[in-house]
């Protein structure tokens, strides 16, 4: 009976996205999509492709833009980390959590995007994952309360 009712709480968590995963929900994805377009498409493509490359370091040690289409890794992190990751920018976002001496190549838009500009984006960058995509992403996320 334990095992059955974990179960049924795992899978209700895994299938809800509004338990873990509120912060993009109810988004403005159109205004998402065109502020992506206008602030992001020049480094990780019109088409959420990324640049060529993208795992290996430049010559200055930065890594090019990663793809957020479903074949780059923005979906293996959590809400927070990327959000974090566009206002702080990468090296200060990583530094809030310890890492510390990475170079990024990715600029703050603290001073340039609200804090739900950031969140439509990251929301519309969501809608164009596969809904499985979307459902292992979710599950990244600490519960709600």
Same mark, same amino acid.
């Given at each position: 009976?334990?095992?059955?009712?974990?179960?049924?709480?795992?899978?209700?968590?895994?299938?809800?996205?509004?338990?873990?995963?509120?912060?993009?929900?109810?988004?403005?994805?159109?205004?998402?999509?065109?502020?992506?377009?206008?602030?992001?498409?020049?480094?990780?493509?019109?088409?959420?492709?990324?640049?060529?490359?993208?795992?290996?370091?430049?010559? &200055?040690?930065?890594?090019?833009? $990663?793809?957020? *289409?479903?074949?780059?890794?923005?979906?293996?992190?959590? !809400?927070? /980390?990327? %959000?974090?990751?566009?206002?702080?920018?990468?090296?200060?976002?990583?530094?809030?959590?310890?890492?510390? &001496?990475?170079?990024?190549?990715? $600029?703050?838009? *603290?001073?340039?995007?609200?804090?739900?500009?950031?969140? !439509?984006? /990251?929301? %519309?960058?969501?809608?164009?994952?596969?809904?499985?995509?979307?459902?292992?992403?979710?599950?990244?996320?600490?519960?709600?309360?």
């Amino acid at each position: 009976m334990i095992a059955t009712t974990s179960w049924i709480a795992t899978s209700i968590l895994l299938a809800s996205p509004s338990v873990a995963d509120h912060e993009l929900l109810d988004r403005d994805l159109k205004d998402g999509q065109a502020l992506y377009q206008e602030y992001c498409a020049s480094c990780h493509g019109s088409n959420l492709e990324g640049q060529d490359d993208w795992r290996s370091p430049n010559s &200055d040690g930065t890594l090019p833009a $990663p793809p957020h *289409d479903e074949t780059g890794h923005t979906w293996h992190h959590d !809400n927070q /980390l990327l %959000f974090d990751y566009t206002k702080l920018g990468g090296s200060r976002a990583l530094a809030a959590i310890g890492v510390q &001496d990475f170079v990024s190549g990715m $600029p703050a838009f *603290d001073d340039i995007l609200s804090d739900d500009e950031v969140w !439509n984006i /990251l929301a %519309f960058i969501r809608s164009t994952w596969p809904e499985r995509v979307q459902k292992i992403q979710a599950s990244r996320n600490p519960p709600h309360q």
